[in-house]
């Protein structure tokens, strides 16, 4: 059985459309909307609201570690908006996941990244569509487990949960032969982004898991740019699918 795996799709219509091709099932492993965009400042709900200049401002106090002032110069921007942020967020994050389920083949098997709204996703699934969080499927004859969304973090993405949560859905999947989660395990190498030039969060729940069950796999997404895209931790195979945005290509495992 061939499947592919794509993470952080941010609002790439086009290629989503596509990454099934030649497989037997798409693993989507979240954060399919694109608020704001790092690499192209007009692209996404902040510049499409506030324009380029002001996504520029808000990106340069985010890079800086300027955390405060970037909250502060957000509620500003998200004030100035007639009935406030929640129904232009609402609108703009709708429009994105009506063009991206639309575009998702089936069958799909995905869970929550940690910039995704879950309450939105039922009204927009398919057929073939199917979505696991703290959950195990079956395919192609191994157990797949799913652990959506992150952990809290100062960036207040919306999706963020506190570490109990993570942990609890970590410990439903329990035993598997392959791991599907969107953040990393708590690795270091596997945490840090070399262009973002952080680290970003991972779970040492998943890590736990690691050490206790020894998967074959284990895949995630989550940081773009990482020091390491592979290793092993013991027997488990520790693989970062890809910043789709960015390359359009899906990973590719055959079982």
């Given at each position: 059985?061939?499947?592919?795996?794509?993470?952080?799709?941010?609002?790439?219509?086009?290629?989503?459309?596509?990454?099934?091709?030649?497989?037997?099932?798409?693993?989507?492993?979240?954060?399919?909307?694109?608020?704001?965009?790092?690499?192209?400042?007009?692209?996404?709900?902040?510049?499409?609201?506030?324009?380029?200049?002001?996504?520029?401002?808000?990106?340069?106090?985010?890079?800086?570690?300027?955390?405060?002032?970037?909250?502060?110069?957000?509620?500003?921007?998200?004030?100035?908006?007639?009935?406030?942020?929640?129904?232009?967020?609402?609108?703009?994050?709708?429009?994105?996941?009506?063009?991206?389920?639309?575009?998702?083949?089936?069958?799909?098997y995905?869970?929550?990244g940690?910039?995704?709204?879950?309450?939105?996703?039922?009204?927009?699934?398919?057929?073939?569509?199917?979505?696991?969080?703290?959950?195990?499927?079956?395919?192609?004859?191994?157990?797949?487990?799913?652990?959506?969304?992150?952990?809290?973090t100062e960036?207040?993405?919306?999706?963020?949960?506190?570490?109990?949560?993570?942990?609890?859905?970590?410990?439903?999947v329990?035993?598997?032969?392959?791991?599907?989660c969107?953040?990393?395990?708590?690795?270091?190498?596997?945490?840090?982004?070399?262009?973002?030039?952080?680290?970003?969060r991972?779970?040492e729940?998943?890590?736990?898991?690691?050490?206790?069950?020894?998967?074959?796999?284990?895949?995630?997404?989550?940081?773009?740019?990482?020091l390491?895209?592979?290793?092993?931790?013991?027997?488990?195979?520790?693989?970062?699918?890809?910043?789709?945005?960015?390359?359009?290509?899906?990973?590719?495992?055959?079982?």
């Amino acid at each position: 059985m061939r499947i592919h795996v794509v993470s952080d799709v941010h609002g790439r219509v086009d290629a989503l459309a596509r990454a099934a091709d030649g497989a037997d099932a798409l693993v989507c492993l979240g954060d399919l909307i694109l608020f704001i965009d790092y690499a192209d400042h007009a692209q996404g709900i902040f510049a499409e609201l506030f324009g380029h200049r002001n996504a520029d401002h808000f990106i340069a106090l985010r890079t800086q570690k300027r955390f405060e002032e970037a909250r502060l110069f957000s509620e500003e921007m998200w004030g100035s908006l007639d009935g406030g942020a929640r129904p232009h967020i609402e609108r703009a994050v709708r429009r994105q996941y009506a063009e991206l389920f639309q575009a998702m083949p089936a069958p799909a098997y995905l869970t929550y990244g940690n910039v995704d709204l879950p309450r939105m996703w039922g009204d927009y699934l398919r057929d073939g569509h199917h979505v696991l969080d703290g959950e195990v499927v079956e395919l192609g004859g191994l157990r797949f487990g799913f652990v959506g969304g992150g952990l809290r973090t100062e960036y207040r993405t919306p999706n963020e949960v506190d570490d109990e949560v993570y942990a609890a859905k970590v410990a439903a999947v329990g035993a598997v032969d392959v791991l599907c989660c969107h953040i990393p395990p708590a690795v270091p190498d596997l945490l840090y982004d070399t262009v973002a030039r952080r680290f970003e969060r991972g779970s040492e729940a998943v890590l736990d898991l690691i050490h206790e069950t020894q998967p074959r796999y284990v895949l995630f997404g989550h940081v773009h740019q990482p020091l390491a895209r592979r290793m092993r931790v013991g027997r488990t195979e520790c693989v970062n699918v890809g910043h789709f945005r960015a390359s359009g290509t899906p990973y590719v495992l055959t079982v």
